[in-house]
């Protein structure tokens, strides 16, 4: 065992502090530090893919990636370096299989037999399909759609008619008026169906192009629910409450949504439901162990019965933050420490 971490990060975007390093990074550094470990933060470059990938798979024990997806363009060069020293030997934190499994947002079609996700939650991966299958999906009721890249909401559109259809009607027409507000910011544009499809085509043409296509739950202005986990572990659970305003659905910071920041036990049934869906979840993503840190968000519906039920909206794991509040930073770090050692010591053969 060669006692060494190495941290992936890359050089610019709006996540870093002035040090340059995403604010959680070095907090994860130093925790590692203070229990006799070394760690290292290496910037990923693809023109120095070869030499980083034979520095850290002779030098360390495992990896954290802290890359932002959208701060690489890169991001099959990187994901196939990954893969490489998995395959030597280094512990992926997460493997980048994991990544694209729990991280991309088709991950809620492969949920979607369970008790997490709706039945009617579909991918589109090619222009055609989109075409012919959202126009019977919206004449069933309102409907979001959120492209696979982009974050804080971008991409991601409530859907709803303006005018109802005619008894009977299982396709909404192409001239369709459509009122459509996008997370980002809640702002609303009215569209004719056709129009908007063709817009969309963007989402889907591309690396990783895709959309999810799922039932919009009203709800949602109760407030989406986060569990922030540390491996097996949640850590906290954050309230994200929407901005008012009748089209406003956006749980994102940026948007106007309020945050409160609870304690798991607040949350005991979820907390405990959702644990006990992790061997599902992980047999149906990939079999890939669990991320190291990564989040589930949930958003309240009410079942047959009449009683509150929660629809799993999204797993981020990519390169999930725990920067608020500030206060929260440096016990996380310790307690993330921990796992990596916990983690790598497991998995030394034992002779």
């Not at 012919?132 to 696979?148: I, Y």
């Not at 303006?162 to 299982?170: F, R, V, W």
Request: proline share 5%.
């Amino acid at each position: 065992m060669k006692k060494n971490i190495v941290f992936f990060e890359v050089r610019g975007g709006s996540d870093k502090g002035e040090d340059g390093h995403r604010k959680d990074t070095m907090p994860m550094v130093n925790a590692l530090k203070e229990q006799g470990w070394n760690a290292e933060v290496i910037f990923f470059e693809v023109e120095k893919k070869d030499e980083i990938y034979e520095y850290v798979k002779n030098n360390a024990d495992a990896y954290v990636s802290r890359i932002n997806p959208g701060n690489l363009k890169e991001e099959n060069e990187y994901f196939d370096m990954l893969r490489k020293l998995c395959a030597n030997g280094v512990i992926g934190m997460p493997h980048p299989d994991a990544m694209i499994g729990y991280g991309a947002k088709d991950a809620l079609t492969k949920l979607n037999k369970t008790a997490l996700v709706p039945e009617d939650t579909y991918a589109y991966y090619d222009i055609k399909t989109f075409k012919e299958s959202f126009p019977k999906t919206l004449a069933k009721g309102e409907r979001v759609l959120k492209q696979n890249r982009g974050s804080t909401g971008e991409g991601i559109w409530r859907v709803r008619l303006i005018d109802e259809l005619p008894a009977g009607t299982t396709s909404v027409p192409l001239n369709a008026k459509i009122k459509c507000t996008e997370a980002k910011d809640n702002h609303t544009e009215e569209r004719e169906l056709g129009e908007f499809m063709d817009f969309c085509e963007q989402y889907i043409i591309g690396d990783n192009g895709m959309l999810v296509d799922m039932t919009f739950l009203p709800r949602i202005k109760e407030g989406e629910i986060r569990i922030l986990m540390l491996y097996h572990t949640p850590i906290y659970v954050v309230h994200k409450k929407p901005a008012e305003g009748a089209d406003a659905f956006s749980a994102t910071l940026f948007s106007g949504a309020k945050y409160r920041y609870d304690e798991p036990k607040d949350w005991q049934g979820l907390v405990d439901w959702f644990l006990a869906t992790l061997p599902e979840i992980r047999s149906k993503l990939g079999n890939y162990d669990i991320p190291l840190i990564w989040t589930a968000d949930f958003i309240l519906d009410t079942d047959e019965n009449g009683k509150d039920k929660y629809v799993l909206g999204e797993i981020n794991c990519s390169c999930v933050g725990f920067t608020s509040p500030a206060e929260f930073v440096d016990p996380i770090a310790k307690k993330v420490a921990q796992n990596i050692i916990d983690i790598v010591s497991k998995n030394q053969p034992l002779f």
